[in-house]
């Protein structure tokens, strides 16, 4: 595979593209549903915070965090959910296994660099890409 998503791929991706910010638009969608998804999706790279109780995995989803680097370099995608529906959004950057910076951002933002994170990933890993493509099934 090349460094480049292939014509049709890139016309799938902009499907998932399409759909992760539909479902981000709706902060309780994006916690409900696309939260899951993506979990399903990318396995261990995705940590979901669920509010607390005893039997944790029927409880509301509050946080995602997605850690989409590689190498030691990349991205870390966080959004929690406060009280009262506020979401507080961060953007990573990892460098060599540090750190490097940290924002916060709105939603949109957030969205926006998560698109474009899992088009990176997309484009360096075959089984991403079967994963986020079943995102449309």
């Known amino acids: 595979m090349g460094e480049e998503i292939e014509p049709q791929r890139e016309e799938s991706f902009d499907l998932v593209a399409a759909q992760v910010r539909a479902n981000a638009a709706d902060t309780g969608t994006f916690f409900r549903v696309l939260a899951s998804e993506l979990a399903q999706a990318l396995g261990d790279r995705v940590k979901l915070e669920r509010s607390g109780g005893l039997l944790k995995r029927d409880r509301p989803v509050t946080g995602i965090e997605l850690d989409l680097t590689g190498a030691g370099a990349g991205t870390i995608l966080s959004a929690r959910r406060a009280k009262g529906g506020v979401v507080a959004c961060t953007v990573a950057r990892r ?41 449309l099934s």
Do not use: F, N, P, Y
């Open 95 to 135: 460098v060599r296994g540090i750190v490097l910076s940290t924002k916060q951002v709105s939603m949109s933002e957030w969205v926006e660099e998560l698109v474009s994170a899992l088009g990176d990933e997309a484009r360096r890993s075959e089984q991403t890409w079967k994963a986020l493509h079943g995102l």
